[in-house]
């Protein structure tokens, strides 16, 4: 799973495509002229509220996904009733990217990372931060303080908890050969955050350079994480890339534990991944994927905007945090104020009020709302690909 070979996936037959497409637009003809003669109650369109990105991402980069992209709103109807559009066939959710495998509920479909098994959503699970005005953690709220949003409609909150639940962690470091000389603190941090998290909690470490290697498999054992992290290669590229979406196919496929966290620690841009940067976020946006904190050891170097662009874009989609430190120095307090972090969030549980298509992004947004506070921040996820689970047993 670490060195993964790359899967492609075969085209639909087209002329089967063209005749189902010409039939969609027939039978929209013929619901719009029967709603025209038969008008029914307008209906109101509700247009979805991109979530901002951060300064450093331009929203016009390439390299950003498409369902990233802020949203162009669908125009207002100036006069009359609005025919009724509850018998027209949906138009494909162009939020999805292309190449994703289609299939329906209880199917196993190979796509670009492997077999996934299509499932009907249910609940949605999210762990969310919240902040006040000065960037304090705020840790009194209760479940009516909170107002959930999936493509721009509230929806039912079933459960809302604060509890220090123990976690699935993966610690993700980079291993080439820019890093010999910064390993020995950053284990020193890695290892004092894990000291600082629930003694409960299991943790995996993969190590990367130009190929991805799972050092030690999921653990509570200090001794074998120590171990693990003191594993030093320092050679060879960087491909943050795959070993992100190999770490996260990790996490779906054998943790045990419902939350799960990756740390992804690098001093570099990727410069020897098989897979995009719009790839990786991809494998990380399942329905239950991580929440990804990133440091980079950057410096202050110009041409690292590539670099810092890419983690900052891995923790926001997923509601972590992207630190930046000026030396090496900081990267211990860092590591506490993550493992503090990861300790005091809410989990939010919620039943969509429209059940999502298999592989269809959700877009999410969280918002609180609380006497006493002017302004609350949350932090959590900023969507899912609906029903997606990994098939194991058949990626081998």
């Known amino acids: 799973m670490f060195s993964p070979k790359r899967d492609t996936m075969h085209l639909h037959n087209k002329a089967a495509f063209k005749l189902f497409f010409l039939s969609c637009v027939l039978l929209a003809g013929i619901v719009f002229a029967s709603a025209q003669s038969q008008p029914g109650q307008a209906q109101q369109n509700q247009n979805v509220q991109p979530t901002p990105l951060p300064s450093d991402i331009d929203p016009a980069d390439p390299a950003l996904p498409v369902w990233m992209r802020p949203a162009t709103p669908p125009p207002t109807p100036k006069t009359g009733n609005v025919p009724s559009t509850a018998n027209v066939p949906s138009k494909p959710d162009t939020n999805v990217p292309a190449n994703q495998p289609q299939g329906r509920v209880g199917q196993v479909v190979k796509g670009d990372r492997g077999y996934v098994m299509r499932t009907q959503v249910e609940n949605v699970f999210l762990p969310v931060v919240v902040m006040d005005d000065r960037r304090h953690l705020v840790m009194n709220l209760q479940q009516n303080n909170f107002t959930v949003y999936e493509k721009g409609e509230p929806q039912t909150i079933i459960n809302c908890t604060r509890e220090d639940v123990p976690v699935s962690i993966g610690i993700v470091v980079d291993n080439s050969g820019s890093m010999r000389e910064k390993r020995q603190k950053v284990t020193t941090a890695v290892m004092n955050l894990i000291k600082a998290s629930n003694p409960a909690d299991e943790v995996f470490v993969v190590n990367f350079n130009d190929e991805s290697y799972l050092d030690q498999d999921f653990t509570n054992n200090l001794n074998l994480m120590h171990e693990a992290l003191d594993r030093l290669d ?132 969280v918002e609180a709302h609380a006497s006493g506070y002017r302004d609350l921040t949350v932090r959590t996820k900023n969507g899912y690909f609906a029903g997606e689970q990994r098939a194991g047993a058949k990626n081998k």
């Open 234 to 365: 320092s050679r060879g590229g960087t491909a943050l890339y795959d070993a992100v979406i190999a770490s996260s196919d990790h996490l779906a496929k054998a943790a045990k534990k419902e939350k799960k966290v990756l740390l992804v620690i690098t001093d570099g841009e990727d410069n020897e991944s098989r897979d995009s940067l719009e790839q990786a976020i991809r494998a990380v946006q399942d329905e239950n994927g991580p929440m990804i904190y990133t440091i980079g050891l950057l410096g202050n170097e110009g041409k690292q905007h590539r670099a810092k662009r890419a983690l900052e874009a891995l923790s926001f989609q997923t509601g972590g945090v992207a630190f930046f430190p000026k030396n090496l120095d900081e990267v211990d307090s860092i590591s506490q104020q993550v493992a503090h972090d990861i300790r005091n969030q809410y989990t939010i549980v919620y039943r969509p009020n429209t059940p999502p298509s298999p592989g269809e992004f959700r877009q999410v947004k």
